[in-house]
């Protein structure tokens, strides 16, 4: 059966100890939900089996720098949602300190009436005016629904905005591409972004008890082949 690269590369990172160069150990493990984050005592491997290449790079451990957990927000819609609340806003703002029925002109013809051939004008006038104030009332109200619309929309942009916010675990590295995956907020709760970073800094507990044991059982061997000889 053919494997894929991120078949492959995420069977590695089970496999981590075999990338190991001579005296290199394994320190720390970092189970993420898309990706293994691995220390040594020299380096930091990276395995992003779901994300584009490359989908493994190593650091070595001087070259990084912050440890941080970041948020991505989807710029594009929060504007869009901005842009809606401001014209919502704006259109209620408009609609309850204007009327536009007011707009309309009074014309005084109760004077003229009495004029030969002066009524039939009248009457036109009078409708025409009506007319124009009943649009005007019309479109008052369209303004008012079309705010309310707005804020409508606002209000869901914002909603998918926060849904859709997604956190991204962010190791800098020094003189290159930082190394960017997926962080749950189960991990974080764990404390995976604090325990990588206190196995990435130097002197971390992990290497100096394993350093301990090594150079323990280094002198334990030279006092026997001393004994020995």
Known sequence: ???????????????????????????????????????????????????????????????????????????????????????????????????????????DLEGSRTMPGVTQLTRVVEAALGALETALVVLEGGLLLLG???????????????????KRLVVRVSGGTDIEVPIGDAAIDAGAVEDLERAIRPGSTALEANGDGETGGATGAAVDAEESG
Do not use: Y
């Open 148 to 166: 309310i619309v707005a804020l409508v929309a606002a209000s869901v942009f914002v909603a998918s905005v926060l849904r859709s916010r997604s």
């Open 1 to 107: 059966m053919v494997e894929t690269r991120s078949e492959r590369i995420d069977q590695w990172s089970d496999h981590a100890a075999e990338l190991c160069h001579e005296g290199e150990f394994v320190v720390h493990r970092a189970d993420l939900e898309d990706a293994t984050l691995v220390v040594t005592n020299q380096r930091v491997l990276a395995f992003t089996p779901d994300a584009a290449e490359p989908k493994f790079r190593h650091v070595d451990r001087p070259d990084i720098g912050t440890v941080s957990v970041e948020t991505d927000t989807p710029l594009r819609r929060l504007s869009l949602g901005a842009v809606a609340a401001v014209v919502g806003v704006g259109l209620l703002e408009l609609t309850r300190t204007s009327s536009f029925a007011t707009a309309v002109p009074t014309v």
